[in-house]
Every structure is written in C-alpha cells, then in structure tokens.
C-alpha cells in the first residue's frame, strides 16, 4: 500500500508536522527523504530494507560506499548520491559548528563530532583535538592508524604536532572497531605517557575518548583514569 492510502495521523510527513521530526522513527525519517518506494513497496519499506541491509544502525549507514547504497534494490545510484550528500552536509554542519565554538565547553558536542569521524571507521584512528588557551579549537588532527599500540603511537610525534600547532590543550581520541570502548591497560598506559610527555612542554591533556559504535564515548577524565 503506497502511503498516500495510508490514514493521514500515519503517514511520516504529516506526523512530522504535526510532532517534529524526533517522534519518527529511523525508517520514517528515511521514507521522508528517499519519498518515493518501488512497486510493491512503500518508501517506509524501501528505509527499513535499506537500515536492515546495514544492520540497522545509522552509523554504519552514514559511512557507507555509493556502492553500497546504490546496491540495496529500489535505491539506485541517483537515492545513493543524495543520502551521500545529506549525511556530507550533516557532518559538515556539525564540524563547522565544533570549529565556531568559542569554548569546548559542551562534552556532549566532542562526543557527537568525534562519533561521526571515527564511529564506524574500519581501522583503528587516533587523533587529537589541538586547543588553544582558551579552549578554543587550533587543529582536528589524524595522527597514526592501525593497530595502535603504546610503540605505534609515538610520544615524541604527538608533542611535536603540539608544538606545531602552539598548542595549550589536547582532547585525545581513538576509535576500537570492535565496538567495545572499554579501555584496555594499553590504552591507559598510552595515556600516561601522552600526558607525561606534553607536560613537558606545557600542553595539557583534557582528556581521552574511546569511540565504539553507537554508545556514547568513554571519557577517561570521567572514568578518573586522567
């Protein structure tokens, strides 16, 4: 049934207007933007084929190739570009709203930003957030990838991409592609070096996030592990 037949308090759109786009579900909000389904099928149907081909998460459908996407029957490589584009748009709005901030005061933005960098990214990445004495964003920089390991992350590299950047601060990040953020004793020990190391030359580490999947960022200054 095309959801023009469906009853008009059911139909995504209308729901949209009448309760703002956070009472949708994942689907509804995709039915919305892709509009049209294929025979036999709804475009409610068509989002919920295309969030089933990527296990259901967001995250996982966001990094997506146009291959990917266009591979998923009904989406083609013309609904591919346009999602790609949406979700560029997203992430750029986001990155621009991080670099206009005066200050990182906001826990809850680095996590958001720093989710959709690395969230879903299939190698491990560790980068850091270089700030200025204000706590004003100078740099978000990809340092090593790979395994990372307290020998593949070089202490001496990390202060001298500080010095570079004149840097009063660091917020620390890497990702785990296994989907667990739960700090292992490599990334505690990988911590206090970094920390000892730029203490050296004055920067301090604010603190230290794990990216895994969909769950919130682990924080090693909330886990006192700064």
Not at 159 to 179: D, E, Q, R, W, Y
Not at 202 to 226: C, M
């Amino acid at each position: 049934m095309a959801i023009t037949d469906w009853p008009e308090g059911e139909r995504p759109r209308e729901r949209l207007l009448a309760h703002g786009p956070a009472a949708l579900s994942d689907a509804e909000l995709l039915a919305i933007y892709l509009r049209v389904g294929v025979r036999g099928k709804s475009a409610v149907d068509l989002a919920r084929d295309l969030l089933n081909r990527f296990d259901g998460r967001l995250g996982i459908l966001v990094e997506a190739s146009l291959d990917e996407l266009a591979s998923v029957s009904g989406i083609g490589m013309a609904k591919a570009a346009q999602l790609k584009a949406s979700f560029e748009l997203a992430r750029r709005a986001l990155s621009q709203e991080m670099g206009n901030r005066d200050n990182f005061t906001s826990p809850g933005k680095v996590r958001d930003w720093l989710r959709l960098k690395l969230a879903h990214r299939p190698q491990e990445i560790f980068m850091a957030l270089w700030l200025d004495a204000q706590n004003r964003l100078l740099k978000a920089e990809e340092l090593f990838a790979g395994s990372l390991t307290q020998t593949s992350v070089y202490p001496r590299e990390v202060v001298k991409a500080a010095l570079f950047h004149n840097a009063a601060a660091v917020i620390l990040a890497h990702n785990h592609p296994s989907g667990v953020a739960e700090p292992s004793r490599a990334d505690e020990m990988l911590t206090r070096s970094l920390k000892d190391a730029l203490a050296m030359v004055d920067v301090k580490v604010l603190d230290h996030f794990i990216v895994a999947g969909t769950t919130p960022p682990l924080s090693f200054a909330e886990r006192g592990l700064l």
